[in-house]
C-alpha cells in the first residue's frame, strides 16, 4: 500500500500514438512501457488512439522512447 506522500508524485501522462490499430499494437507499447522503471500504470485506448501513463517523475522523453521501441511515433497531448 502506498502512502500518500508516494501518491502525490504519481503524475498522469497521456500520449498520441495514431498508428496503433490492434491488439498487437496495444500489448507492444503496454509492454515497452511497463518495463521503464518509474511506471505505475499504462492504459491503451485503440479507439483514441490514447496512452494514458501514471508514472513517478519520468521525463515525456523517456516514454516517447518506450513507445518508439515498440515501434510506434508517439506525441505527449496532455498532462
Same mark, same amino acid.
Given at each position: 500500500?502506498?502512502? &500518500? +506522500? /508516494?501518491? $502525490? *508524485?504519481?503524475?498522469?501522462?497521456?500520449?498520441?500514438?495514431?498508428?496503433? *490499430?490492434?491488439? *498487437?499494437? #496495444?500489448?507492444?507499447?503496454?509492454? /515497452? @512501457?511497463?518495463?521503464?522503471?518509474?511506471? $505505475?500504470?499504462? =492504459?491503451? %485506448?485503440? %479507439? &483514441? #488512439? @490514447?496512452? &494514458?501513463?501514471?508514472? %513517478?517523475? @519520468? $521525463? =515525456? +522523453?523517456?516514454?516517447?522512447?518506450?513507445? =518508439? $521501441?515498440?515501434?510506434? %511515433?508517439? /506525441?505527449?497531448?496532455?498532462?
Amino acid at each position: 500500500m502506498r502512502s &500518500t +506522500a /508516494e501518491e $502525490e *508524485h504519481v503524475e498522469t501522462q497521456i500520449f498520441s500514438v495514431p498508428a496503433m *490499430h490492434c491488439g *498487437h499494437c #496495444k500489448a507492444a507499447v503496454t509492454q /515497452e @512501457l511497463e518495463a521503464v522503471s518509474g511506471v $505505475e500504470a499504462v =492504459d491503451v %485506448d485503440l %479507439d &483514441t #488512439k @490514447l496512452v &494514458t501513463v501514471q508514472c %513517478d517523475g @519520468l $521525463e =515525456d +522523453a523517456a516514454l516517447v522512447a518506450a513507445i =518508439d $521501441e515498440a515501434g510506434y %511515433d508517439a /506525441e505527449r497531448v496532455a498532462a
